[in-house]
Structures are given as C-alpha cells and as structure tokens.
C-alpha cells in the first residue's frame, strides 16, 4: 500500500494511547509532517519537509507523492517522530502557501469535526475549501474583470448587429452602463454570454478591463424601524457580553422581528472591526436576506451556498479570508468560512434539518457552528419561531439562555388557526368546500393566498382500475410519481425517469389514473374551480431555472398573484405583505411515521407556514385540514403555542430515551447484493456489541431499512444509542477499525452517521 502511511488519526483499539495523538498548533522545529491528503481514509499520512526551502507552516497547503498520484495536501501538524522509518517517508515536493492559508482556530473546528464525525480527515480539511484552493490554486483575490463599450462600439448603428441578437443584447446593456459590467451581471443578462463578448471584443465595440479590489464599505447604512422592548431586551442581553462565549436561543413567533434583532447586534460587532458568520438553512432565503443585511449595514457581504460557481466561491471565501467583508452569509458549509476576526455568528432557523449534511461528511452545521463559537470565545444567537427539542433541553439544562419575543411586530397579530375535519367532508382533489369559500372570499377581498402540500408532482400514484397495477420504480421500493405536465413518471427518491405509459404494462388495458395528489395537480383543480384567479405553482419543478423562485417571488410582491399554491419551498423566511389565508392541505404527513422526529417537523412545518398569513396590516387566518382532529399536535397548532407542543414531545423524549435524552449514532449499510448487505450488518453487529459489553450502550439488532431498496442497492442498519455522548464515541472508536478490515467492507457502501436525523 502506500509506504507513507505511518499514524493512524484516531487512536486505534489496543494500539491507541494519548501520546499517539496528534496535536494541532504544536510548533516544535521538527522533521515530520502530519498532512491530510483528500482520500476516504480516517488517517493523517506523514512526509518529511521539501528539501529546499522553510518547513510549511501548520494550515498550509502542500504538493504531495502519494501512490502514483499527486495530490494537494494540508499542514494539519508538525511532529517529531514517525512510527515509519524516517527513511522511508516521502518529501513533500512543493510548499504551495508561504504562510498558513487556514488559521489555527479553523484548523481546530476541522480536527474536531473529523473526531465527532469520525470522518476521514482529508475529506474534512479539504473537502471543506472551496474547488480552486482544493486544487493548489493560489490564494488570492480573483481580479474582478469588467466589459465595457468602447468609441467604435458606441458609434454603432443599431441595424449592425441584427443577424446577431444576442451580441445586440449585450451591446444594448452595455450602452446603458457605461462604467461597465461584471462576468456576474453578464451573465444574469444573457447565459451564453462569454462567447457572444468575445466576437464583440474582436471587433473592437468591447474592451474588458480589470477593477482592482472592491472597495470595503459600499453604501450607506439605512436605518431600520425602532425596536420594541421585547427587541430590545434581547439586543442588551446579547450586546451586554459580546465579548466571549455565550448561547442564545432567540425563540421568536414568524414576524416578531428576530431578523432585526440580529442586525441590531451584527451593527455593533461589526463597529468593533469584527466579522458576522450567518448561516440559513437554504439557498433561497440568502437572497432576500443578504440584500436586507446589505441595505441596513452598509457592509460587503460575501454569500457562499451551492449555487456559486468555482470562481464566485473563491471570491467569496477569500473576501472572508482577507476581511473584506464584514459579513459571511451563506447554507451549511459556509460554517468552514475562513475570518480574519469572527466576532459572531447567527443561526437562523435553527430548528431547520438541512443544516444537516446526509451524505459523505455528515455534519451538523448548527452544532459545528456551537463549537466553533466556544473555541472562538464569541457570542452565538440560534434564532427560531419553532426550535428544536435539542436547543429546548439545552435551555432547560441551562446551557443556552432563551429570549422571547412572544408577538408580532407592528400592528400584525397572531393569525387565528381553524382546523376542517376531513372525516365528514366531501372533498374535490383533496380539497374541501370550506377551503375554496375560504379562498373565493379573498380573492373577493382581493388579497393573497397559499395553499400548502409538501408534494409535488401530479399525483404520488399511478393505478390501472382493471388488475390493481401500481407504478413502481424499477430500482426502489417506491411508486413512480405522476408528472402531468412534462408527461413522465418519476421516482423522488433515486431520479428515475420514464414516460408515461399509454398502456397498462400488466394487463394491456388502457385504464390507467393518477391517483391522489401533488402540488401540479392542485393547481390545476384550482385554476379550474376559480378561473379568475392567478395562480403560481412553486416547487422544486417549477424552480428549476435559475432566478425564477425570486422571479416569483417579486411577481407575489408587487400583486401579480392570487393564490399560491406549493411545497415547503413556500414555508420560510419571506415575507408576503398582503397574504392573509394560509391553507395546509394534509396535515396528517408525519402523524404516524416511524420516525420519531416526524411529529416535531410536521409542527415545525405547519408552523412556519401559518407565520406566512397576516404579516401586514390585515389579520391572517389558517386552515388545516385533517383526518385526526383530535391528536396533541393539534393543540399546539391551535392555540399557536409552540411550547405547548415540545413540553410533551420532550416528555415522551425521555421517555422512551431518545435524543435529546440519548444520543445516537447509525451504521448503514447499502449495496446491490443483498445477502452482502445482511452478512456485513450481522458481523459488525457481532463485532459492536462484544465491544458494547463493558459500556453503556445500546445496539439495536440489524434493522432494514423502511424502504429496504433505493436506488438498486438494498439498504440496512444499527442504531447505537447511549446516555453518555463520551461512551458513544469510545465506542465508535474501537468499532470502526475493525469495520474497516471486515472483508465484507470493501463489497458493501456503509457510512457512519452520528447525531443522525434520516433514521429509518
Ligand atoms: P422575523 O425574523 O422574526 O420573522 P423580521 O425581523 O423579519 O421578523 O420582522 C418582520 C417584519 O416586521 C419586517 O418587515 C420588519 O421590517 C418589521 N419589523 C421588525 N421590527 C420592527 C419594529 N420594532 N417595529 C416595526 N416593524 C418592525
Ligand atoms: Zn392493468
Ligand atoms: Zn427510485
């Protein structure tokens, strides 16, 4: 194998003793380096110094021999001996940063991570920086080109370019910004832009010229509404001790003014020279909330989420790396930023799963962000209208401080929550009389409505009458759902994708129907029912284009719709002025799951989209529809008392000891032969509960998975639960060398998941 290999990461079962491990920051003048090298392997490798030049720093990047390969590797440690022969190890062959690109402290949250996580540490460490720096690119701040019109193209005709719109477009654009454009509005402007300026340039009409550095500050800071008391309470508490390491959770109902809260706070770090690091759950809120940020602060912010390119993300993590931009506002992984001086960090909708990454790495950027403050000895605000138990008990145990702002701002009110009882109702398309008065009323009243079903797609089954035929995905145990208006069934679980058949493939018979209902067809029974109203669907389908959720979003904002049907795209974050009926189609998905956080998130859920009605002047109100009427969760729906919800749910909680009571960790297992799947779970059953023995730890037997194929693999697992977090990890410790030698290991796909939130 490789002849670099030489300390494990982790200590390893009967080998590992503390002073095997790796120390991060140890500064001592000493031939070996520790590296972290972008493999799927849970070690560091050891290499000694270039043989020219300084020994690289800890946080540098190197160019490294590994196997036949080279690959760009990190600095994590400097030791002073190998359990190599020192002979045998491999130079590194070029420093690639004179100084460390990544700081002691991010360093640290790294190594932790890769320890909670127990992941490979090369994934960690690199994985987390952004393609360009991964790769070895310099470090530096991309020159920001711009285009501009030059005399030539200005003194054309406008019939010049006819035969060739797309340059006319730009040459159009061009001629109204004469300080010029930048690669990101171009192509904002046009998609295929590049090319079209390039012929432009050849023919003299465009030249591009290079900006230098974005200037820091870039416009004036408009002030914002004065805050309430309850604000300002909150504001004091939090400002009274920005000096150090301080938890607070800031439960406020949708429309309280928590987002205020956290400028109010983010102005005084920053008028202390220090950087904001705020992180939301999903890339459509950042827009709307950047540009907030931006308008009251008067401050660059530098956005970091998926939907960056390659040399946008550089820009961004270098703006944050230099402390150009006083603010860092991205999705999960912005928690790895680089600052030059975080002061600190906001969590908005904490309470939300996708801070949570389900595959590879499987962080949880809430709680890496908790870390990160503690380590950086600043203050951290974890901001919800519906936390979650885990942050409640943290509050209950006294370990984060909670500030309430229990009202809306303004002259905004509580919207008032019916529920329609579905047992005794005739309903059309899942849709029963008394919503479509409710929505014909406002319409009547001409304000704005939101109809609500966490389901897109046509129909989630496709049936033949004649011999009972269901649809199913080739490849899960699954139903391929109907998509009417693109004419194809798919799977939302693996992306299986065909057409829809005109014939029943069992029995030949042409009797075939969509059965139940998605968003799609929702709007479609609604576009049919009230044929004056306009109607907008949003989903993950109706999305896909870029721009186009905050297209319509801005097409909600100035009144160009009525009702807005749609998944829970529509739940979060923005703010609909004149939107007054919130209408939740099924509230029983997640009722009766196996899930045991199933309940938690349909409340969450439910909660945050009723926050959507009556934010403005006009009272809002809520229609829920359901089977179950009488279940607790409705209590709490009803009476818009969140904690009335997570007092029980907690209690059941410690109940039953799951989190936030024990912690959890799952090993799963997945792979296209199913006996390899069942053979690999049973051994490492065997092997975890003989090191179990002597620990408080509970192993579940093997379970399969509720789905038990997905995407041509067959799927099961071990659930590992325990009181004691520390005895958890010491488990997986020993645990997870002896998986890794399983022969079984190499045939079969498993991860381990630790505070895991999919669990069946
Ligand atoms: P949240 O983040 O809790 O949903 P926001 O901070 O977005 O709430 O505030 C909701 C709305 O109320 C926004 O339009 C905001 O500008 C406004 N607002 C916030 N605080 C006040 C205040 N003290 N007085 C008047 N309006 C306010
Ligand atoms: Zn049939
Ligand atoms: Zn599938």
Redesign the pocket.
């Known amino acids: 194998m490789f002849h670099v290999c030489s300390d494990t990461f982790f200590p390893r079962a009967g080998k590992g003793s503390e002073n095997e491990r790796v120390k991060v920051g140890a500064m001592t003048p000493s031939p070996v380096l520790r590296v972290a090298v972008p493999v799927p392997l849970r070690r560091l490798f050891d290499y000694l110094p270039p043989s020219r030049g300084d020994i690289p720093a800890i946080g540098a990047r190197i160019r490294v021999p590994f196997g036949r390969r080279q690959l760009v590797g990190l600095v994590v440690a400097h030791a002073d001996s190998s359990a190599i022969p020192l002979k045998q190890l491999k130079a590194v062959l070029e420093a690639i940063d004179k100084r460390p690109l990544l700081s002691e402290s991010l360093m640290k949250l790294m190594h932790w991570s890769a320890r909670y996580y127990h992941h490979a540490p090369g994934e960690v460490f690199l994985g987390m920086l952004p393609a360009f720096v991964r790769r070895g690119r310099p470090a530096e701040i991309s020159r920001q080109c711009i285009w501009r019109i030059s005399e030539s193209g200005r003194a054309l005709n406008e019939d010049a370019l006819r035969r060739a719109p797309l340059q006319r477009t730009l040459l159009q654009a061009l001629t109204q910004t004469p300080a010029g454009l930048n690669a990101a509005q171009l192509a904002d402007i046009a998609k295929g832009w590049r090319a079209a300026m390039k012929s432009l340039m050849q023919r003299g009409w465009a030249e591009e010229t290079a900006r230098a550095e974005e200037s820091p500050a870039t416009t004036e800071a408009i002030p914002?509404?004065?805050?309430?008391d309850d604000?300002l309470q909150a504001v004091n508490a939090i400002t009274g001790s920005l000096e150090c390491f301080r938890r607070w959770l800031l439960f406020?109902?949708?429309?309280?003014?928590?987002?205020?809260?956290y400028i109010e706070v983010m102005s005084q770090v920053i008028a202390a020279g220090k950087q904001v690091l705020v992180l939301v759950p999903e890339i459509g809120l950042t827009s709307q909330l950047v540009n907030r940020v931006k308008t009251r602060l008067g401050v660059t912010v530098a956005v970091m989420h998926s939907g960056l390119n390659d040399s946008e993300r550089l820009h961004s993590w270098m703006q944050a790396h230099k402390g150009m931009a006083q603010v860092v506002l991205g999705t999960r992984s912005a928690v790895y930023a680089p600052f030059r001086s975080l002061g600190l960090i906001v969590v908005d909708e904490e309470h939300d799963s996708s801070f949570k990454q389900q595959d590879g790495f499987r962080y949880h950027a809430r709680d890496v962000a908790i870390v990160r403050a503690r380590d950086e000895n600043i203050p951290i605000i974890l901001?919800s209208?519906t936390p979650s138990l885990e942050s409640l008990y943290q509050v209950k145990q006294c370990n984060y401080q909670m500030l309430q702002?229990p009202n809306r701002?303004?002259r905004?009110r509580a919207p008032k929550v019916e529920l329609i009882d579905m047992r005794r109702t005739p309903a059309d398309s899942g849709l029963s009389p008394q919503l479509f008065d409710a929505l014909k009323a406002n319409l009547g009243k001409e304000e704005q409505s939101l109809v609500f079903l966490n389901r897109r797609g046509y129909a989630p089954v496709y049936m033949c009458y004649r011999c009972g035929w269901l649809a199913p995905c080739p490849r899960c145990d699954a139903r391929l759902i109907v998509h009417q208006g693109s004419r194809r069934l798919r799977c939302h679980h693996c992306g299986a994708d065909q057409p829809i058949p005109g014939a029943c493939p069992q029995c030949g018979t042409e009797d075939l129907h969509p059965i139940g209902e998605g968003t799609e067809k929702l709007e479609e029974t609604l576009k049919q029912r009230l044929p004056n109203a306009r109607i907008a669907r949003i989903d993950r389908d109706s999305t896909r284009r870029k721009g186009s959720f905050d297209d319509l979003m801005n097409k909600v904002e100035q009144g160009e719709i009525d009702i807005l049907v749609g998944t829970q795209m529509l739940a979060k974050g923005h703010?609909y002025h004149d939107l007054t009926l919130v209408a939740v189609v099924n509230a029983d998905q997640g009722l009766f799951s196996i899930d045991f956080r199933a309940p938690e998130h349909m409340v969450q859920q439910i909660m945050q989209v009723s926050?959507r009605a009556g934010?403005g002047d006009k009272p809002g109100k809520v229609l829920i529809q359901t089977w179950h009427p009488e279940h607790v969760v409705f209590d709490a729906l009803k009476q818009n008392n969140y904690l009335v919800f997570a007092d029980k749910a907690l209690f059941e909680r410690r109940a039953a000891q799951l989190p936030p009571y024990a912690h959890l960790a799952s090993l799963r297992g997945e792979a296209t032969s199913k006996h390899n799947v069942q053979e690999f779970i049973a051994q490492a059953y065997q092997s975890g509960k003989q090191i179990g023995d002597t620990m408080q730890i509970e192993l579940s037997a093997p379970i399969t998975s509720v789905m038990e194929k997905r995407a041509g693999r067959f799927r099961m697992q071990i659930l590992l639960q325990s009181s004691k977090r520390p005895e958890l990890h010491r488990h997986l410790e020993l645990w997870l060398p002896l998986l890794e030698e399983m022969p079984l290991a190499k045939k079969v796909r498993w991860s381990l998941d630790v505070d895991p939130m999919d669990l069946y």
């Open positions: 914002g509404p004065g805050l309430n604000q406020g109902v949708t429309g309280s003014g928590k987002t205020e809260v901001g209208a702002l701002t303004g905004a703010d926050g934010r």
